[in-house]
C-alpha cells in the first residue's frame, strides 16, 4: 500500500508539466509570526460531473508535500488527511469551508515561502493553484528612556513646569522594520523615526515647555508593521512640580480694631507639591507661625495668620507669598491694604519750631495737639492744671481746632497743659506739657512790708522772689532823709530770696529798704519795699498776692 501510495505521488508530481495554472497572478497572504495563517485552496472542478480524488500541498522550495488529502472513494468531508510529521501539530487543511484552506497554528517566520496546491481530478487534468505566504514578525516591546539612558516606565517625573523634554523610543526587531511613534492619547504626537547604527528603529519625543495641562498625561509609544495586530506599546505619565495657578487673602472683617486678633487666611491654589507661605507687613517678614491646612492632594493651602493690628498698621501693606519649594524663583504673592480702627493717640507739643528758650513773656506760645485716629475725629478739648479750659480773649486763650495759641504770655500761664480727643472708638488723651514761662524778677509780695522796733532791736528783712530761670543777683538800697546807700552781694538764703539783718542805733537809723533782682531775662522793674518805723508809729500792713486763675 505504501509503495503504491508513492508511486502515485511520484506520478503525479510528473504529471504537474501538463497541469493547467487557473492562476497566472500569485496571490499572496499575509500573516504575523506567532499567530494562525490560512492559504486558500479552491477545489472546485470545471466540470460538473468530475471532482478531486487527491489534494496535495506543496512548499515550492521543498520536493516533498507538507500535505496530503485523499479523497479516493469517499467524501471530501472522510477524507484522510496526512500532514508532513514536523508540521502535523500545527498544520491542518480545513475543507469544511469554502474555499478550503491550510490553516497554519501558530505560524512561524519559517513558514514564509511559495506554496503549491495540486488537485488531482478524477477527469478533468490536474489543478494547481500558487500562493505566497508572506510571515510578518512582529516588533520588540518598545523601551522608553531618557537622554541619558535611564529606562522609563509608568509615572516618572517629576518634571518642572515649563521644562522641555526629551524621551527616546527605541524597538528592536521587527519584520517589516517598524513605524515607532509618539501619541498622547489618540493624538500623534511624533511619527519622526529613524533607524540606529545598531538596527533599533528610534523616535525622540522632544516636549517644549510643559504646561500644567500635562500634569500626570499619559504619552505612548507606538510600535506596528501590520494592521493585523494591535501595536506594540509602552506607556508613561508625566508627573510635574507646579507653579500656584491662584493665591488670595480672605479677611473676615474689615475695619479691623486695634488690640482684637483677626484671624487672616492666605489660600493658595494649583501648587504641587504643596506651596509654602510667608507674611509680609510692608517689607518686614512676619515671624509668628501660621496655622496651615492641605488638602489631600496639596493642590489647596491654607495659611491662617493671628495678627492683632496695632493703630500704626492702618494703611500699611499686608502680602502673602506663596512659593513651590521646588520651584523657588517663581513666587505669587497677594496684598492687602490695612484699615484699622483706634481711638485718638495724641501728643502734645511746642508749636513748629519753638524751643523752650522761645517761652518768655510777653511772648506769643503755641501748643500743638497732634494726633492720629480712624475714624476722624469729632471733637478736641483742652485742659490746664485739671480744668476745661477753652477761648477766652481777655486771658489771651485762643483755641484752634488742634492749637492752642497763648498770647503775650505770662507766669500765670505756666503750668500743665494736655488736650484730649474723641471718635466713634472713644477717646485718647495727650502727655501732659508742663510749660514754664521765662519771666523777669518780681517781688512775691507787691506791697510794702512795715517793721516797727526800736532802735536796738535787729530785725530780718528777707526779700523773695519769683524769677525764671531762678539764677538771680539781688540789689539792695536804703534812704532816709539823710540821704541814701546801695548794697549788692549781701547774703542770700537760695535762689529765690535775700536777707539783711538790720538794727536802727538811734532815731537817723530809721528808713526805707528797697530789694530787686536781676536774671537772664531782665532786670527787675518794681522793687521790693521794707519800712522800718519806731515801733511807737507801727501799723499792720499786710502783703497781697495775686494769682491768676482760668
Request: charged fraction near 20%.
Amino acid at each position: 500500500m505504501f509503495l503504491y501510495f508513492c508511486g502515485l505521488l511520484c506520478l503525479n508530481y510528473l504529471c504537474q508539466i501538463n497541469a493547467v495554472d487557473y492562476n497566472s497572478d500569485i496571490p499572496q497572504v499575509a500573516a504575523v509570526a506567532g499567530h494562525s495563517a490560512e492559504i486558500p485552496c479552491n477545489v472546485s472542478t470545471p466540470l460538473a460531473d468530475d471532482e478531486a480524488s487527491l489534494i496535495l500541498w506543496y512548499r515550492v522550495d521543498l520536493a516533498n508535500p507538507i500535505y496530503t488529502l485523499d479523497v479516493r472513494n469517499v467524501p471530501i468531508n472522510s477524507a484522510r488527511h496526512f500532514p508532513a510529521s514536523e508540521m502535523e501539530d500545527r498544520i491542518y487543511f480545513n475543507v469544511s469551508v469554502h474555499p478550503p484552506v491550510l490553516t497554519f497554528d501558530p505560524v512561524l517566520i519559517t513558514d514564509e515561502a511559495d506554496y503549491k496546491c495540486r488537485v488531482d481530478l478524477k477527469r478533468s487534468r490536474t489543478l494547481i493553484l500558487l500562493s505566497r505566504l508572506d510571515v510578518i514578525e512582529p516588533p520588540g516591546e518598545p523601551i522608553i528612556m531618557d537622554e541619558h539612558g535611564q529606562h522609563l516606565h509608568d509615572v516618572i517625573g517629576p518634571y518642572d513646569e515649563g521644562s522641555t523634554l526629551r524621551f527616546i523610543c527605541e524597538v528592536d526587531g521587527g519584520d517589516p522594520s517598524p513605524e515607532v511613534t509618539w501619541w498622547h492619547g489618540l493624538s500623534l504626537v511624533d511619527d519622526s523615526f529613524n533607524v540606529t547604527k545598531q538596527g533599533f528603529v528610534r523616535n525622540d519625543m522632544i516636549l517644549e515647555e510643559i504646561q500644567r495641562g500635562d500634569w500626570m498625561t499619559e504619552y505612548t509609544c507606538r510600535a506596528s508593521n501590520t494592521n493585523a495586530t494591535d501595536p506594540k506599546e509602552a506607556s508613561l505619565q508625566l508627573d510635574m512640580n507646579l507653579l500656584p495657578l491662584e493665591i488670595k487673602i480672605i479677611v473676615p472683617d474689615l475695619p479691623m480694631n486695634a488690640g482684637d486678633q483677626q484671624d487672616i487666611t492666605c489660600e493658595t491654589r494649583g501648587s504641587r507639591p504643596k506651596a509654602m507661605t510667608s507674611w509680609w507687613l510692608e517689607t518686614e517678614e512676619i515671624r509668628s507661625i501660621p496655622l496651615e491646612t492641605h488638602t489631600e492632594d496639596g493642590n489647596i493651602t491654607l495659611s491662617t495668620l493671628q495678627f492683632i493690628p496695632i493703630p500704626e498698621d492702618n494703611g500699611k501693606t499686608l502680602k502673602c507669598k506663596s512659593v513651590n519649594p521646588m520651584l523657588p524663583k517663581a513666587t505669587m504673592e497677594t496684598e492687602i491694604t490695612l484699615r484699622v480702627q483706634f481711638p485718638p493717640i495724641l501728643n502734645l507739643t511746642l508749636g513748629l519750631s519753638m524751643t523752650e528758650d522761645d517761652i518768655k513773656e510777653g511772648a506769643d506760645i503755641y501748643l500743638e495737639c497732634n494726633l492720629s485716629a480712624n475714624p476722624q475725629i469729632h471733637n478736641i478739648t483742652w485742659e490746664f492744671e485739671g480744668s476745661l479750659i477753652s477761648t477766652n480773649m481777655a486771658l489771651g486763650i485762643i483755641i484752634l481746632n488742634h492749637t492752642l495759641l497763648l498770647q503775650k504770655v505770662r507766669k500765670d500761664h505756666q503750668g500743665r497743659y494736655r488736650c484730649h480727643a474723641f471718635n466713634s472708638i472713644g477717646k485718647g488723651s495727650s502727655n501732659f506739657l508742663h510749660l514754664l514761662v521765662k519771666f523777669v524778677p518780681v517781688c512775691r509780695f507787691m506791697e510794702p512790708v512795715f517793721f516797727g522796733i526800736s532802735t536796738t532791736e535787729i530785725v530780718n528783712l528777707t526779700c523773695e522772689i519769683d524769677a525764671n530761670p531762678s539764677e538771680l543777683q539781688y540789689f539792695w538800697s536804703f534812704s532816709n532823709s539823710t540821704g541814701a546807700e546801695n548794697f549788692t552781694n549781701l547774703d542770700t538764703e537760695s535762689n529765690n530770696s535775700s536777707f539783711v539783718l538790720y538794727m536802727p542805733g538811734n532815731d537817723d537809723g530809721y528808713g526805707t529798704f528797697m530789694c530787686w533782682a536781676k536774671n537772664s531775662v531782665g532786670l527787675q522793674k518794681t522793687a521790693c519795699v521794707f519800712k522800718v518805723v519806731p515801733a511807737e508809729l507801727m501799723e499792720n500792713t499786710c502783703g497781697g498776692k495775686s494769682t491768676l486763675k482760668f
